[in-house]
T-cell receptor
Framework: GAVVSQHPSWVICKSGTSVKIECRSLDFQATTMFWYRQFPKQSLMLMATSNEGSKATYEQGVEKDKFLINHASLTLSTLTVTSAHPEDSSFYIC??????????FGPGTRLTVT | DAKTTQPNSMESNEEEPVHLPCNHSTISGTDYIHWYRQLPSQGPEYVIHGLTSNVNNRMASLAIAEDRKSSTLILHRATLRDAAVYYCILRADNYGQNFVFGPGTRLSVLP
């Protein structure tokens, strides 16, 4: 069964509004979760590393004030896209490490900003 | 992270074997070779990984060159469900590290 869930699976919002995406680790505790973004026909790009109980680490070029990450518990990390614009439309995917060699990815959330 | 090179796309006929190549000439001694695949509109899923020896699991086989500068993912009998983008990724055995994805190989399976 699924190890990582995301909610919602898709969302449409108006430009200027904020959207929250949840990532849940279903059957184990995850101190670290990763957030990726994938534009059409492109590969996954790491946005940030979410650490339970501390601030997220953002990749170069990712605005931390625009993409707010909260990892308040060992099973939940949230990504909030603030003041969304059409260029933020993308497929957002989270992942967790379960073993040293295996990373589980969520099913993804497709965000469309109109 | 050391870089990998994969063909942009490949085609296979259903029920035939598929060999997906990956070149990683700058691989270091501590790098594991990981393969993930991404079905349309889904998150990536683990396929297989290895260090030096060939590996088999229920999904696929991984053949690693003796000098480790290349590897091949083998799907023994392609099905339509195997149509996906396959990513070959190198990563040191570091629990806390993310994966760095390249463009991967888009596999099409023809009925």
């Amino acid at each position: 069964g699924a190890v990582v869930s995301q909610h919602p699976s898709w969302v449409i919002c108006k430009s200027g509004t904020s959207v929250k995406i949840e990532c849940r680790s279903l059957d184990f505790q995850a101190t670290t979760m990763f957030w990726y973004r994938q534009f059409p026909k492109q590969s996954l790009m790491l946005m940030a590393t979410s650490n339970e109980g501390s601030k997220a680490t953002y990749e170069q070029g990712v605005e931390k004030d625009k993409f707010l990450i909260n990892h308040a518990s060992l099973t939940l990390s949230t990504l909030t896209v603030t003041s969304a614009h059409p260029e933020d439309s993308s497929f957002y995917i989270c992942s967790v490490n379960r073993a040293s060699y295996e990373q589980y990815f969520g099913p993804g959330t497709r965000l469309t900003v109109t | 992270d050391a870089k990998t090179t994969q063909p942009n796309s490949m085609e296979s006929n259903e029920e035939e074997p598929v060999h997906l190549p990956c070149n990683h000439s700058t691989i270091s001694g501590t790098d594991y070779i990981h393969w993930y695949r991404q079905l349309p509109s889904q998150g990536p899923e683990y396929v297989i990984h290895g260090l030096t020896s060939n590996v088999n699991n229920r999904m696929a086989s991984l053949a690693i060159a003796e000098d480790r500068k290349s590897s091949t993912l083998i799907l023994h009998r392609a099905t339509l469900r195997d149509a996906a983008v396959y990513y070959c990724i190198l990563r040191a055995d570091n629990y806390g590290q993310n994966f760095v994805f390249g463009p991967g190989t888009r596999l099409s399976v023809l009925p």
